[in-house]
């Protein structure tokens, strides 16, 4: 979704809350900076569900200063660790915030769908396929019929522009016969709108994409996370 340009993007990613750091002495002490620590993550959570409270549907993440930022889904599986943030904070990082009291890990700047079609100079995460100007061409992956497995149930199958058939619930191997009637062996694709019978060794397209059910479980679990009251997070 790299647009031409790079306007300001309307929440900075990695902006870092100020904490107030103690004298250097009590800094370095270990229970120092699990206090540190407890005092970043509570801002950083704070920051989030403001963002959440607005109705951001996007996160926008910059994984490093040479790359451009990219946007994602909040259900997005790439950035569930990045909006777990008391997790994040593993022994190494406790080491360098020792050395470093105002180092900070970048924070992801959480965005109305509203504000990220407006964004330029970003990218469009490949796994989650953000598209909130509802123009980025479909993540597609092609495969035999006969390797569908249990893991495509629930995604979207599609002809081979990408045009959505039905979603996927369940396939089978049978016997079937031509007009003719010489048998021969064919998969049976039950979608959400109907049927589909192709032969074993023909191409299928699906949406490379997390299932619907998925998406809703990691939709509640984001509700669990910051639309509770603070006490409730972690």
Known sequence: MTRPGRAAAPEAPGAAPSVDHGSPDDVYRPEAIDDLVDRIVAQELAELRRGF???????????????????????CASIESHLDRRSRWTEPHRRRLAADPAYRMPLPALVTRQAARGLSGVRSCKVCWPNPTGTDPRPLRRLSARSLGPQHVGHVLARPDGEAIGTIVRWGARTGADLFGVEHDEIEIVTSTGVETVQPDA?????????DEQAIRRKTQLFQRFAESGDAVR
């Not at 409270?53 to 259900?75: D, K, M, N, V």
């Not at 397209?205 to 299932?211: A, M, S």
């Open 53 to 75: 409270a607005t109705g951001a549907e996007f996160a926008l993440t910059r994984p490093g200063a040479s790359r451009e930022p990219t946007l994602h889904r909040l259900e």
């Open 203 to 211: 191409q299928v397209t699906i949406w490379d994409l997390p299932t």
